[in-house]
Structure formats: C-alpha cells, structure tokens
C-alpha cells in the first residue's frame, strides 16, 4: 500500500476519475461515442462558435487580435484571455469544425481526470501518512465534486481547478521551506488560462496563506522572510501573467467591467436551505454545488471532533470556513468572489474553493489516522439525521430531491461514520472495499446531475447544421479585395447567435461578455433584440441593413423547431441560393466608413419606445435630410374576439373572456407591395401576430420594443394578435 501511494497514486486516480467519469456519461447520454452529447447552455450557444474563430486565428485565417464576427466588430483579447490560453485547447486544431461537440468532451474528460491527479499529488505530497486508498478516494472526490460535474461544460474554468491543490501546495512549501517556484508558476498558470478563475485564486490564496502562517506561526524561524517571499512570488505570477492581463482589463473596461450591478438583497438565501446540495445526486442550481462525497464531508466534520488536532487550529479553521460560506449567500461577499459582477447564469462560480476546503480538512483529519469515540460517532450521527429530517419535511421545497435520494445519503453518512470509527483496526482489503461503495457513490452522483440536465442538441444535429451552414455560405458571390459588407441570416440554431464566427464572415450577431455595451444601447434603440451580453440581429428594417453594411440576408424556409428558429423577414424579396435557402442581396448596404454630418450618430438622448422614429432622426442627422422614412398611419379598425382591453391607469392591457381570445386591427386603404411595419412591444414576444394569416416571428429574449415588417398584398390588411 505504501509502494502504491508514492509511486502511483497520481496514475491511479486519474484512470479512476476517467472510467467513472465514462461510465456516469454513458448512463447520462453525455458520451458522443455512444451517440451522447454535451451541447448544453453556453457551450452550445456560445463556446463551439467561439472555437471555431480560435481554429481559425491558429491557423492563420483570421486576425486573432480583432473580429467583424463579433457583433459589429470588437478586439478580440477579452475572449483570448477568458477561453483560449488553455494548452488543451490545442487538440481543438486536429479536428474538424464539425467534429467539435465529440472534442468538447474529450478535453473535460481529460481535464477532470487531471483534476484528481493534481489533487492526488498535493495529498501525496503534504499529507503523507493518509493510507493511498483514502487519498485516491479523496483525490476522485475532488476531480467528481458536484460543482465540476454541473459545471463541466464551462472547459476554461477546469484549468484552474487543476492548478488550485498545485498552488496550495506552493504556498505550504513558501511557509515551509521558502521554495517559491510552485506557488507562482501554478497560480501564473490560473491567471493565463483564465483570468476570472484566476482572480478566485489570488483571493483565496490571500486567505489561506493568512491560515496557514497564523496555524505555522509558533513554528516559523524567519516569519518576516516568509511574508516578503508570499508578496514577492505572488507580483512575479501577476507580472507573468501581465501581457495577457493588461489588453485584457482595456478590453474588458469598455464592456463587462462597465456594467453596475445594484444591490436589492444583501441575503441570496437562508443558508441552511444550502444544505440539500449535500445529498447525493442534489441539482439545486440556486443553492451552491458542495457535494464531495459521504466519505469527505464526514472527514472534514471529523476534524472539528479530532482530539489530536489542536483547539487554536480549529478556531482557526472555523474561521476560515465562515470566510468561504459567508461568501455564498451574503450578497457583498459573494458579488466580491465574483469580481464585483453577477453572474449572468452558472451562479456560485467559486465554490470549487469551498468545495476544496472541505476535502482540505477531510485530508487533515484523515491524516492522524485516529479513531473517534462511540460518543462523537452517535453525536454526529444526531446532527446528520437531524439535516435529513429537515430536508424530508421541506422536501417540497427543492427541486429535484426526493426521498430516495435521502434515505441513500444517510446511508453513505452512516457507513462513513462506521468507516472513521474503526479506521486505525481495519485492514488494507476493507478499507478497499469500503472505498469503493463511496467510489460508485460518485458515480451516481454525477450520473444523477448529468441527467437532470440533458443535453439540448445532439452532436450530431450540431454537425449536420455546420457543414449545411458552409455549404450555403460558399455558394454566395467572393468577396472582392477591400470591399467590406456584413452577412446575416433570418436563422438560428436554437440561441447561438456567432454563425459569423464559423464562416469567418463580417456579422452583425454575437454572444459575448467581450464587447462594447454601447453596442447594445445602440440596438435596443434601433428596435433591434439585445440584452447584455448578446446582440441578435433579426427583426430588423431595410433602414438598419443599409445602415450595418448587410449585403447579404439568408433566409431559410426551413420551419422552426426547439433546436432551429427562423425569425422571416417578410418585407424582403428573396432569390433562391439552394433547396431551402433564399438570398436577399441589398445594394444599397453602406461601407465600413462613410461621409455623415459631424455628431449625426450622436443617440444619447433617443428613447427606447419608439426604435422606428430613433430610425428616422438618425437618418435625418447623419444624412442633413428631414424627410420622414417612417410615417405612422393612423389605426382605422379593432375588432375585439373573446377579448377586452382593461385600462390599469398606467397601460392598457388586452385580457381574454375565452380561450380563443385575440384582438384583430384592420387596415382598409394600404398600397400593395409597399413596406409596412409593425412596433411591437415586449410584452407581446410570446404572442401569436399574424399578417393576413401569416405569422410573424419576435425574438422571445427581446426587452424592448421591436419592428416587424411585411409586404401589402392588397389594400387590406388583418393583424391579429392572440395572447397565450
């Protein structure tokens, strides 16, 4: 057993982590090789886009430093910074674009086996008299923990997990031994491969050098040196990191850094409701992801019962654990962990360090190889079935919990109560076997996770979808040298709005933290959908094509589905490009730069109500003529249908006296084959609007008034709008 822990346990725990791992994917259908997938959320609508300009830019067929792909052009640092520097990401570049959902899970299986391992290393190298069993136990907790499961998909924050045991163990050897070497090149390491993780780190590398000093202190020989060491290793990791760190923050400082995020709760949530994510297979993304394992959690109690660990370190430790948890439901706190910014979906982002800590004191515990009285064992036995109670009779309460999935946790709580009792008398072959019940224990947790959170494209969907996209791009007129015009399309799949991104085209589309907010302000006023992060150019006018140098509209007549939306533009004329595509060619689409009056694009004071009169001024201004290119025509007939219009005094709402309610405005003297559109207000974006029969597709995320336009056939013309 001893020969195994020095030599192999690194090995051992990263071939443990990946087979539980397949098999949990597989159960899950997230294994491409049994025809699983990992499409899901941002990967999905954002990173395979993404890795495709990153293919690109690698290989040298595109600007890796700026890009038209990105809405209407933005440099490109922010996005290096935060998904690009991973050296996995290397492997994106043997394969082919439409290969990409099968390397997605390639590099997180890799990178969660190597999580383990870098833990494995760090115990093997700090807490060396734990038996090995325990230690892979431990290590595959830390590489299977809940928070790296659920948030798997997010591949450039593992890269940092990796690093955080590599960089606590540097800071152990600083205070040690003063060896700096470790601590600042893992923590440097965090910073490249991305910065916001990286951030985590330094603050928590703060803080636990802050422990671990005051724990060491009576043993320390040169206290002020080791200070001076800490300070010191951790400028030479910022100044490592400084070329990708600089660009990075001026990039970042005109979008995401310049957004505020008002404070209307200083509490997220009671802090015991956290409680439920400590049971197995627990997917309560409201609450922090800190399940790690019976056998873990039951350690890191241990070592608050353990009589061979001192009172000071574990007041020390207390204090500590208040630090993290506080964190995780105090708004302040949690907003500082997050670099003063929500986060927009995957909330918790840093409790992967709460998650470590607790595996930390599991592993100090572990390490004194002591057995706990009867009496502590019954003591936390009390505590463990008092939660379960808790957690059964507010059952109701939690997504995704049932009974079950209580009465098997306190299963595993019990027999890891029975496993720390006997620890020091049991032999080698049943702490193996004991092990490896709280080895599948993991695997049903994260199989558990995986499938309450499925998938929402298949792999293959994805890649049938890319190359029918190429095909279509490549039949459209070449590009002439210098001549600069945008491509956009009526389509999407599902909400990934950076198609610019993989047929390396100027766009007017995007879905980034990367770029200007006074694009979105722009949108928004233009009547545009944009929110954010994200820029959706559908539903717009003739005007705001030309203005945007579209040239090229595709338009699909492929019906829309939960994976396809297909947002018509029916005040366009198409020609056919293929089967089920049609081009609109726009000629009058302006240029990159073009003659305009002096502050003309100035929309400062433009409101949000009315995008089509923003329209016009802006026209007016930019080209010093005030011809009207928009004229409001005056309603002529509303019919009303099972439906009456209720006045609340601040607006008037359409209400429904049947289910088949709807409101029908007529229009009885319009010229055919003119252009119309229609002001939209948000609130109907899940209405059903029909132009004479025919439906009219609204961006469903839209927050503020939108245009949707359509061609006369004849002078009269219905709308109905019938609400849901």
């Known amino acids: ?95 082919k674009d439409a290969q990409f959902p099968s390397v997605f899970f390639i590099i997180i299986l890799l990178k969660l086996s190597l999580t383990s391992s870098s833990f494995a290393y760090y115990l093997k190298r700090r807490y060396t008299t734990i038996r090995s069993v325990i230690q892979i136990l431990l290590a595959t907790s830390y590489g299977l923990m809940s928070f790296s499961i659920a948030y798997q998909t997010n591949i450039m924050w593992l890269d940092g997990i990796i690093a955080l045991p590599l960089m606590i163990l540097g800071i152990s050897e600083l205070i040690i031994n003063n060896k700096v070497k470790l601590y600042s090149l893992s923590l440097a390491y965090a910073l490249i491969t991305n910065y916001y993780i990286g951030y985590m780190l330094c603050l928590f590398s703060v803080f636990y050098f802050v422990y671990l000093y005051i724990v060491r202190y009576t043993t320390l020989k040169n206290r002020r040196q080791v200070v001076i060491n800490y300070i010191c290793s951790s400028i030479i990791s910022g100044l490592i990191a400084a070329i990708i760190l600089l660009p990075t923050y001026a ?53 608050f019962f353990s009589t061979n660990i001192g009172i000071k370190n574990k007041l020390y430790s207390i204090i500590f654990s208040l630090i993290l948890v506080s964190g995780t439901f105090i708004t302040p706190i949690y907003l500082f962990w997050h670099g003063f910014q929500f986060p927009q979906g995957y909330p918790e982002r840093f409790v992967f360090l709460v998650s470590f800590w607790l595996l930390d004191l599991a592993a100090q515990f572990f390490n004194q190889n002591q057995a706990i009285s009867k009496k502590i064992i019954m003591v936390m036995i009390a505590i463990f079935t008092g ?128 770029f200007s907010g006074n694009v979105t302000e722009f949108y928004k006023k233009m009547g545009l959908p944009a929110y954010g992060y994200w820029l959706n150019y559908v539903n717009g006018t003739k005007v705001t094509d030309s203005l945007l140098g579209i040239r ?3 338009m699909s007549e492929q019906k829309k589905s939960d994976s396809f939306r297909n947002y018509e533009r029916n005040d366009l004329d198409g020609t056919s490009l293929s089967y089920k595509f049609q081009i609109n060619h726009n000629d009058k689409a302006l240029s990159l730069g073009f003659m305009a009056n002096k502050d003309g694009s100035n929309i400062e004071n433009y409101t949000l109500n009315n995008p089509l009169e923003n329209q016009n001024k802006l026209m007016q201004n930019l080209s010093g003529d005030h011809k009207l290119i928009f004229k409001r025509i005056p309603l002529e007939q509303v019919v009303l249908n099972d439906a009456i219009i209720k006045d609340t005094g601040f607006y008037k709402q359409l209400e429904k006296t049947s289910s088949k309610g709807s409101m029908t405005i007529q229009y009885n003297n319009l010229q055919p084959g003119k252009i119309y559109y229609l002001l939209v207000d948000s609130s109907l974006k899940k209405a059903i609007i029909t132009v004479n029969g025919k439906q009219l597709e609204m961006e469903p995320n839209a927050v503020q008034p939108t245009t949707l336009g359509f061609k006369a056939e004849k002078s009269t013309v219905k709308i109905n709008i019938a609400t849901n």
């Open 1 to 95: 057993m001893q020969r195994c822990k020095k030599k192999n346990i690194v090995v051992i725990s990263f071939f443990v982590t990946a087979m539980l791992y397949l098999v949990a994917a597989t159960i899950s259908h997230y294994n491409p090789l049994f025809g699983g997938s990992v499409l899901m959320k941002d990967l999905n609508q954002q990173y395979l886009s993404f890795f495709s300009f990153y293919k690109q830019a690698m290989l040298g067929q595109t600007d890796w430093s700026y890009s038209f792909s990105s809405g209407l052009g933005s440099g490109m640092f922010g996005n290096w910074a935060y998904y690009f520097l991973s050296p996995f990401n290397l492997i994106f570049l043997l394969f």
């Open 251 to 303: 990039s970042l400082s005109q979008g995401k850094l310049a957004l505020t995020n008002p404070v209307t709760n200083k509490i997220l949530f009671r802090p015991w409701l956290a409680l439920v994510n400590l049971t197995i297979g627990s997917n309560n993304e409201q609450f922090p992801y800190i399940f790690i394992g019976s056998m873990a959690l039951v350690g890191s109690i241990g070592y």
């Open 387 to 514: 939660v379960i109670l808790y957690l059964g009779v507010r059952i109701k309460q939690f997504m995704n919990l049932g009974y079950g999935q209580l009465l098997l946790s306190m299963l595993s709580i019990v027999i890891a109560l029975v496993v720390i009792y006997k620890l020091p008398k049991l032999r080698d072959r049943t702490i193996l076997i004991m092990v490896s019940y709280f080895m599948l224990e993991l695997l049903l947790n994260a199989s558990l996770i995986e499938i309450k959170q499925p998938a929402t494209v298949s792999g293959d969907s994805y890649s049938s979808y890319h190359q029918e996209l190429i095909q279509t791009y490549d039949k459209l007129p070449s590009r002439k040298v210098n001549d600069f015009y945008r491509i956009e399309k009526t389509y999407r799949r599902g909400t990934d709005r950076g198609d610019s991104f993989q047929t390396n085209t100027a766009g007017a589309s995007i879905f980034s933290s990367n």
């Open 552 to 554: 090229y509209l595709v």
